[in-house]
C-alpha cells in the first residue's frame, strides 16, 4: 500500500506560483508512476503532469511550460511547481501513485487562483 498526503494549497492571485508537495509512505522509487491530476467544479478529473520510476515526464498541454514535476528521493515526495498560474489552474489537486498495478490518491488540496 501507497498512503500520500498533500500539501501547499491556497489562494494566489493570477501570474503568481504555488508549490504542491505529495509525500508518500514508501521509496518513491519503487512506485511505477506518481503524478498530479486535478478536478474543478462540474469538471471530470485531469491529469496535470506526471513522473515515471525512471525519470520520464509528462504534462498536460494546457500547464506544459509553467508547470515542473520533481522528485525528492531522500524525503520520497514529489513537487509540483505551478508558475504563471491562471483563473482556470482553479481545482482541487489530487497526487496520485501506480503501485503494484494499483492506483492511490491523496485527499486532495484546494488551489484557487484569483484577484
Known amino acids: 500500500q501507497v498512503q500520500l498526503v498533500e500539501s501547499g494549497g491556497g489562494l494566489v492571485q493570477p501570474g503568481g506560483s504555488l508549490r504542491l508537495s505529495c509525500a508518500a509512505s514508501r521509496s518513491i522509487f519503487s512506485i511505477n508512476v506518481m503524478g498530479w491530476y486535478r478536478q474543478a467544479p462540474g469538471k471530470q478529473r485531469e491529469l496535470v503532469a506526471r513522473v515515471l520510476s525512471g525519470g520520464t515526464t509528462n504534462y498536460a498541454d494546457s500547464v506544459r511550460g509553467r508547470f515542473t514535476i520533481s522528485r525528492d528521493s531522500a524525503k520520497n515526495t514529489v513537487y509540483l511547481q505551478m508558475n504563471r498560474l491562471k483563473p482556470e489552474d482553479t481545482a482541487v489537486y489530487y497526487c496520485?501513485?501506480?503501485?503494484?498495478?494499483?492506483?492511490?490518491w491523496g485527499q486532495g488540496t484546494q488551489v484557487t487562483v484569483s484577484s
Open positions: 496520485q501513485a501506480t503501485f503494484v498495478g494499483v492506483n492511490y
